[in-house]
């Protein structure tokens, strides 16, 4: 049997040269291919709408600068986690002040946008930040960013009682015209109240200082209240969508300017700004005896005329016992408070409470009135009568009030009742006192009296028959004839007596016969009076008497 003998080969042979290439070629590749790799990007998102691994990108300017790798749930199964590669030379934009957001197609106050979606599909748009610090991890945001975070301008901070009438994307305007937009909207829930930020561009954010106010911009408002009606038209921008808008109260100084993240108050309007500058005001409390349907809280307070305050609860029962035996027995209570600000600079309230006690002694009382007959709204209307404040019905009841005012934690001030209500109590106590006649015996006094009016109407009857029988007699209906037979024998007289006839020619004859005689015997008389015994004895003729000399 033949053994084979085995000699080791000690010398290397060129074969393996193949498969130390093929090592070689494959180190290099999977070198290259992991150098050429960018960063592993991190996104937590809410939901993944729109997102598929392997084909989402995620872009910047409309370039493609990375692609979605994963999309898996966190582990407490709240979140979704998306993993995404990014190319190497774009990792310098992934830094701390980067924004991440799907765009997808959307309807919205400012149009239709994403509609290039339809159909590559959604995709990540990539906003990058000013920061040199590069960072992994993001949130991915569920709307678009209003303005980027290294946009020049100011981000400012407005708090509200409630949130109706703005939302986010609403544009922030400056005597109508649009400076900005609305960014954020959260509400509080400890505070209950809705914070916004706001973003105003350059060059606007110069007129952003401490001494602006903001209030809600309404496309079209009315207001019927006891001033009247008011009507504000916005700009064509919020009619559609609202917004809200800033400026300075006429007469204040422009003050210092805003700082980065300083927080406004928002108004819901530019009148309640006015209504809240006067923040310093005495209460009082006042009770009327009628009704005050129509008068609502920020219903004006009137002297003569001249708002002095401001209505601030209807009706006001806190504090109160027994607040429907009080309604019942003093009056409706209404709290109203009088503003410092709108009677003179530099008054305090000591001084302005003084000066009400005082007008208070001299007869100082409130009225409700009517403000507008359309909406019905009452105002109250304070008044000075001295001779109200004399009446001893009145101070027992303002005394009883005062009471209970001053139980109530507030000075009270005296009410009368208004106009119509006064002619109405007039009518209602003419209406009693009309009641309280003695309608029963009026009624029978007047049977009485209309019965002797039958009677004396009867009589009347029968004495214009005795007259229409007298004048129906022959002898009444000739006297028409006889009286004018009468007038014409008279006329015919009075004919015979007229100038030219011969018996007016015959006494004129006769009178200037009388006229001679009268003449001839003037002499006679005139001597018999000088001598009465001239007709006996010869009368001596005497001449003229002659003026006598005046004495020296």
Do not use: C
């Not at 649009?178 to 561009?201: A, C, M, P, W």
């Not at 305050?309 to 109160?320: I, K, L, Q, Y």
Request: glycine residues 8%; charged residues 20%; negative net charge.
């Amino acid at each position: 049997m033949l053994t084979a003998k085995v000699t080791p080969i000690r010398q290397w042979s060129p074969i393996w040269i193949v498969p130390l290439a093929a090592i070689l070629i494959g180190l290099w590749m999977l070198f290259n291919h992991f150098s050429q790799q960018g960063a592993m990007l991190l996104l937590i998102a809410e939901d993944a709408e729109g997102i598929i691994a392997g084909k989402t990108q995620i872009k910047n300017r409309s370039v493609d600068v990375g692609q979605v790798v994963s999309v898996e749930l966190s582990d407490d199964l709240k979140q979704v986690l998306i993993t995404a590669r990014m190319k190497p030379a774009v990792t310098p934009l992934v830094n701390e002040g980067s924004q991440f957001w799907v765009v997808k197609p959307q309807i919205g106050r400012g149009g239709v946008t994403g509609l290039n979606t339809l159909l590559s599909g959604a995709y990540i748009e990539l906003k990058p930040g000013d920061s040199a610090q590069t960072q992994l991890r993001h949130t991915l945001l569920s709307n678009p960013p209003i303005a980027s975070a290294d946009a020049a301008g100011i981000r400012i901070k407005l708090d509200a009682a409630d949130s109706s009438g703005l939302s986010i994307g609403d544009p922030v305007l400056y005597r109508g015209y649009e400076v900005g937009t609305v960014e954020l909207s959260e509400f509080d829930l400890v505070e209950r109240r809705t914070r916004y930020q706001l973003f105003i561009r350059q060059p606007f954010d110069a007129m952003v200082t401490e001494n602006i106010r903001f209030w809600r911009s309404s496309g079209l408002s009315l207001d019927l209240s006891a001033e009247g009606l008011k009507v504000n038209i916005g700009s064509a921008a919020t009619l559609l969508s609202g917004g809200v808008s800033f400026d300075l109260m006429d007469g204040w100084p422009q003050g210092q300017p805003a700082a980065d993240g300083t927080v406004f108050q928002l108004f819901a309007d530019k009148q309640s700004i006015q209504d809240g500058m006067y923040n310093q005001y005495v209460e009082y409390l006042v009770f009327f005896d009628e009704s005050v349907r129509g008068l609502k809280a920020g219903a004006p307070v009137e002297y003569r005329g001249v708002r002095v305050g401001t209505v601030a609860s209807v009706p006001f029962f806190f504090s109160m016992e027994r607040p429907f035996e009080v309604s019942l027995n003093q009056g409706i209570p209404v709290l109203i408070r009088i503003e410092s600000g709108r009677l003179y600079e530099n008054l305090s309230l000591a001084q302005l409470r003084s000066e009400l006690d005082q007008a208070v002694e001299q007869g100082l009382h409130a009225i409700l009135k009517t403000g507008n007959l359309l909406t019905g709204g009452l105002f109250i209307d304070l008044d000075i009568n001295p001779d109200w404040q004399q009446e001893e019905r009145h101070q027992a009841l303002f005394a009883e009030q005062q009471r209970l005012s001053l139980a109530a934690g507030y000075p009270g001030l005296p009410s009368a009742r208004s106009g119509f209500s006064n002619i109405e109590q007039k009518i209602l106590l003419a209406l009693d006192k009309i009641n309280q006649l003695p309608l029963a015996e009026v009624l029978q006094q007047g049977q009485q009296t209309l019965a002797a009016t039958d009677q004396l109407v009867q009589q009347s009857q029968l004495l214009l028959n005795d007259v229409q029988h007298f004048m129906q007699q022959p002898a009444l209906q000739q006297l028409p004839q006889n009286l004018q037979a009468s007038l014409a024998e008279m006329q015919t007289m009075m004919q015979g007596l007229s100038p030219g006839s011969a018996a007016y020619n015959q006494v004129n004859q006769n009178l200037q016969s009388l006229d001679q005689v009268l003449r001839d015997v003037q002499p006679l008389l005139k001597l018999l009076n000088q001598q009465s015994n001239a007709l006996i004895f010869n009368a001596s003729q005497q001449s003229d008497p002659e003026p006598r000399k005046a004495k020296q």
